[in-house]
């Protein structure tokens, strides 16, 4: 089980290294402008899942400024491959210029779209077959159906890893109650805190059973 190992980096500020990307972010974000990215403590229990599951291929569904897309694919290994769906196209520009500071382009591709378009084609346009890693971190109320649409299309595997940001808050109650409670499901809460705050937050795990 991906357990909360203390997740300590020390890194010196300079281009093409991940680490240095990360930090300078977290500090901005920590004393000059809060931002909703996953943040250093929930990220260190998503570096532990990332790690344990060793995915080939990652959805990441919510971009942002990359940060989370630049915390996954540093971990991912040599051929493996993260796509990453971002609805807004003002914050996707940001993310390309974080991601390829980092010196991950080739293990990423950022689509701009919307979830409900996007996942339909994702077999045929990416020839992905199922994913071994899906991270939701986009807007709450699209959690359960994004999750209910790619079992339709058949983007899950028996051992498939949902992992879901902000179940806390702000809060995804109807996608909880469905992973909870599905038998297709082996779901586990990770506690922690709203990025950058004390409020509580956490991250759910949920293995897709087939
Ligand atoms: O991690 C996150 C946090 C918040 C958020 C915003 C305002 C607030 F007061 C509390 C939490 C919103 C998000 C939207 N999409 C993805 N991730 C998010
Ligand atoms: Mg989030």
């Given at each position: 089980?991906?357990?909360?190992?203390?997740?300590?980096?020390v890194?010196?500020?300079?281009?093409?290294?991940?680490?240095?990307?990360?930090?300078a972010?977290?500090?901005?974000?920590?004393?000059?402008?809060w931002?909703?990215?996953?943040?250093?403590e929930?990220g260190c229990?998503l570096?532990?899942?990332?790690?344990?599951?060793?995915?080939?291929?990652?959805?990441?569904?919510?971009?942002?400024?990359?940060?989370?897309?630049?915390?996954i694919a540093r971990?991912?290994?040599?051929?493996?491959?993260?796509?990453?769906?971002?609805?807004?196209?003002a914050?996707?520009?940001?993310?390309?210029?974080?991601?390829?500071?980092?010196?991950?382009e080739?293990?990423?591709q950022?689509v701009?779209?919307?979830?409900?378009?996007?996942?339909?084609?994702i077999?045929?346009?990416?020839g992905?077959k199922?994913?071994?890693?899906?991270?939701?971190?986009h807007?709450?109320?699209?959690?359960?159906?994004?999750?209910?649409?790619?079992?339709e299309?058949?983007?899950l595997?028996?051992?498939?890893?949902?992992?879901?940001?902000?179940?806390?808050?702000?809060?995804?109650?109807?996608y909880?109650?469905?992973?909870?409670?599905?038998?297709r499901?082996?779901?586990?809460?990770?506690k922690?805190?709203?990025?950058?705050?004390k409020?509580?937050?956490?991250?759910?795990k949920?293995?897709f059973?087939?």
């Open positions: 089980e991906a357990d909360r190992k203390e997740c300590t980096q890194t010196h500020v300079h281009e093409w290294d991940p680490g240095s990307v990360i930090q972010i977290d500090h901005y974000c920590r004393n000059k402008e931002a909703m990215n996953v943040g250093d929930k229990i570096d532990s899942v990332v790690s344990e599951v060793n995915p080939a291929t990652v959805l990441e569904l919510g971009t942002y400024c990359g940060y989370s897309t630049v915390r971990l991912l290994p040599p051929h493996a491959k993260l796509i990453t769906l971002e609805f807004n196209p914050v996707a520009a940001i993310a390309r210029q974080v991601i390829a500071w980092a010196g991950l080739d293990k990423v950022l701009e779209g919307a979830s409900g378009d996007f996942i339909p084609r077999k045929e346009q990416f992905v199922t994913f071994d890693l899906v991270f939701l971190d807007w709450k109320e699209y959690y359960l159906p994004d999750t209910k649409l790619m079992e299309c058949g983007l595997r028996k051992g498939s890893v949902l992992l879901a940001d902000n179940v806390v808050c702000p809060g995804a109650p109807d909880l109650e469905y992973v909870r409670s599905s038998p499901y082996e779901s586990r809460y990770f922690s805190h709203l990025e950058y705050t409020v509580e937050d956490g991250l759910e949920s293995v059973l087939g």
